[in-house]
């Protein structure tokens, strides 16, 4: 399975704004059919965040952050982007890349529970 490295994240008052990267370590982003963003908050599962498709671009956006994120891809950069906008204190973790694909209502890695270092979004005023 394909590891990522993600950046991008830090600290912001809410209603500010964070891009997210991840780039697949060694590997071409062509080698994922869906990559997925995920984050962890203090103390509670991993949940899936936004999914795209590698070949077409299509999306999909759990509820939590329909209408305030956005997710891209360059491939020629070999980048998946998570355009964060209207950040609350909610949106306060860790988030992780991992292949993956969207199972009805769910975005599910294909990551086997493994994980990269992940980029620590933090939402404070």
């Known amino acids: 399975q394909l590891q990522f490295v993600e950046s991008g994240g830090g600290l912001v008052q809410p209603g500010g704004s964070l891009r997210l990267s991840c780039v697949p370590s060694?590997?071409?982003?062509?080698?994922?059919?869906?990559v997925g963003w995920f984050r962890q908050a203090p103390g509670k599962e991993h949940e899936g965040v936004s999914c795209?498709?590698?070949?077409?671009?299509?999306?999909y956006y759990a509820d939590a952050v329909k209408g305030r994120f956005t997710i891209s891809r360059d491939n020629a950069n070999n980048t998946i982007y998570l355009q964060m906008n209207g950040l609350i204190p909610e949106d306060t973790g860790v988030y992780y890349c991992?292949?993956?694909?969207?199972?009805?209502?769910?975005?599910?890695?294909?990551?086997?529970?493994?994980w990269g270092q992940g980029t620590q979004v933090t939402v404070s005023s």
């Open positions: 795209i498709s590698v070949s077409d671009g299509s999306t």
């Open positions: 060694g590997e071409s982003l062509n080698h994922a059919d869906g």
């Open positions: 991992a292949g993956a694909v969207v199972l009805g209502a769910e975005i599910v890695g294909l990551n086997f529970g493994s």
